[in-house]
């Protein structure tokens, strides 16, 4: 049977440890004695809370500051490089080779205001089968404009950091580009010296159009090397814009001869485009 009250020994015992202990909290209170005993335990907890902290918690916030600093530097990238590419896109703008508005007031203006933004929008490049560019007489690529305006993009002109390569001709979830490679595009073009000009066909193949032409009318010679510039004509493309240089000239008969153009812009080259209605 199961004890119900503490024998004599165990009620000895139990007042002998209540004195004891009384006696130690005394000699604590009256001579500090155990003083160093006591710093020495804090000291222990505090290192042990400091071991323990680094071995968990600091590796824990390491990783996640980590993270962080990687994607915050890689989103700073991204708009680094964004700015690039719209710096450059201004910057071919107003180049002295690029004469995109015949007055030239609106960039006289642009400059005196130190305010670098142009008459024209920024596009993302969605989608483009550089197969089928590199191959096929079909060159389409697709943009997604990045301001939300009521804009009619239909017939503006498409260019890159390197020049012209294309107009806007449809518009849906995303606005379809016909390149200038294409074999149905047809741009109007002409030497700098303004006594020659011809229709340039996409030839359907990447970075090439072709310029054919009756030498028996355009007496003129082509050399190869030689610049080739928007005529203006069409009300597409703006005038004297540089589209590209003479690459190989072909007589194909006394009445017919072909020039290949190598256009100056790659539509591969990057994926940040400008839009701009002429």
Same mark, same amino acid.
């Given at each position: 049977?199961?004890?119900?009250?503490?024998?004599?020994?165990q009620?000895?015992s139990?007042?002998?440890? +209540?004195?004891?202990?009384?006696?130690?909290l005394?000699?604590d209170?009256?001579?500090?004695?155990?003083?160093?005993?006591k710093?020495?335990?804090?000291?222990?907890?505090? &290192?042990?809370?400091?071991?323990?902290?680094e071995?968990?918690?600091?590796?824990?916030?390491? +990783?996640v $500051?980590?993270?962080? !600093?990687?994607i915050?530097l %890689? =989103?700073e @990238?991204?708009?680094?490089?964004?700015?690039l590419?719209?710096?450059?896109?201004?910057?071919?703008?107003? &180049?002295?080779e690029n004469?995109f508005?015949?007055?030239q007031?609106?960039?006289?203006k642009?400059?005196?205001e130190?305010?670098?933004?142009? *008459?024209?929008?920024?596009?993302?490049?969605?989608?483009?089968?550089?197969?089928?560019?590199?191959?096929?007489?079909?060159?389409?690529?697709?943009?997604? +404009?990045?301001?939300?305006?009521? $804009?009619l993009?239909?017939?503006?002109? %498409?260019?890159?950091?390197?020049?012209?390569?294309?107009?806007?001709?449809? =518009?849906?979830?995303?606005?379809?580009?016909?390149?200038?490679?294409?074999? &149905?595009?047809?741009?109007?073009?002409?030497?700098?010296?303004?006594?020659?000009?011809?229709?340039?066909?996409?030839?359907g193949? !990447?970075?090439?159009?072709?310029?054919?032409? @009756?030498?028996l009318?355009?007496?003129?010679? +082509?050399?190869? $090397?030689?610049i080739?510039?928007?005529s203006?004509?069409?009300?597409?493309?703006?005038?004297?814009? *540089? %589209?590209?240089?003479? &690459? !190989?000239?072909?007589?194909?008969?006394?009445?017919q001869?072909?020039?290949?153009?190598?256009?100056?812009?790659n539509?591969?080259?990057? $994926?940040?485009?400008?839009?701009?209605?002429?």
């Open positions: 049977m199961a004890r119900a009250a503490p024998t004599p020994g009620k000895l139990f007042i002998f440890f +209540i004195i004891l202990g009384s006696l130690f005394y000699i209170i009256t001579s500090n004695n155990f003083q160093s005993i710093n020495g335990f804090k000291s222990f907890k505090i &290192s042990s809370f400091y071991i323990a902290k071995i968990s918690i600091e590796p824990l916030k390491s +990783i $500051n980590l993270s962080k !600093s990687k915050k %890689v =989103e @990238n991204k708009d680094l490089k964004e700015a590419e719209i710096s450059y896109l201004n910057n071919y703008l107003v &180049s002295k004469i508005f015949k007055d007031e609106i960039i006289k642009t400059h005196n130190n305010n670098y933004k142009f *008459e024209y929008d920024i596009a993302y490049l969605r989608s483009i089968d550089p197969n089928m560019y590199k191959c096929c007489d079909k060159h389409r690529m697709f943009i997604e +404009i990045k301001q939300n305006s009521d $804009n993009y239909v017939e503006s002109i %498409v260019f890159n950091t390197e020049g012209l390569v294309g107009q806007i001709i449809d =518009e849906n979830k995303f606005y379809e580009v016909l390149l200038l490679t294409d074999i &149905s595009h047809s741009l109007p073009i002409k030497l700098n010296s303004s006594e020659f000009f011809c229709n340039a066909k996409g030839s193949r !990447s970075e090439y159009i072709i310029c054919s032409y @009756n030498p009318v355009w007496t003129e010679e +082509i050399k190869k $090397n030689q080739f510039y928007t203006g004509l069409g009300g597409i493309y703006p005038k004297d814009i *540089e %589209v590209g240089y003479v &690459s !190989s000239i072909e007589n194909i008969d006394s009445t001869t072909k020039i290949k153009i190598k256009l100056l812009a539509p591969l080259n990057g $994926n940040m485009f400008g839009v701009l209605k002429y």
